[in-house]
Nanobody, 125 residues
Framework: QVHPVESGGGLVQAGGSLRLSCAPS????????MGWFRQAPGKEREFVAA????????YYADSVKGRFTISRDNAKNTVYLQMDSLKPEDTAVYYC??????????????????WGQGTQVTVSS
């Protein structure tokens, strides 16, 4: 089964930036929306951002809107999450999902694909 492979996490100071990348482990012919979720210690996994197959539409959780930017390169079958102005509360394991359905309010989403290992993002104050 194809699963996402995330990379790019690390330790950064508050106000800094990181860029996460996600590519499938094998060939996939999905034309679904793709997205990012995160899970902080002791909390449930939550929606962060999603992007349509064409890349023409993107969706963000209120907590990251204006600071994070999602993009995708279909030629490389890769989705990115540019994270700027990072805050300590952004500390979490970030997961990519290759099949996301965004809610009508366009501020939340549900994942229907398999999960990868995730990548740790730690923001120090």
């Amino acid at each position: 089964q194809v699963h996402p492979v995330e990379s790019g996490g690390g330790l950064v100071q508050a106000g800094g930036s990181l860029r996460l990348s996600c590519a499938p482990s094998g060939r996939t012919f999905s034309s679904a929306d793709m997205g990012w979720f995160r899970q902080a210690p002791g909390k449930e996994r939550e929606f962060v951002a999603a992007i349509s197959w064409s890349g023409g539409r993107s969706y963000y959780a209120d907590s990251v809107k204006g600071r994070f930017t999602i993009s995708r390169d279909n030629a490389k079958n890769t989705v990115y999450l540019q994270m700027d102005s990072l805050k300590p509360e952004d500390t979490a394991v970030y997961y990519c999902n290759l099949r996301v359905v965004v809610t009508p309010e366009e501020r939340d989403g549900f994942a229907f694909g398999s999960w990868g290992q995730g990548t740790q993002v730690t923001v120090s104050s």
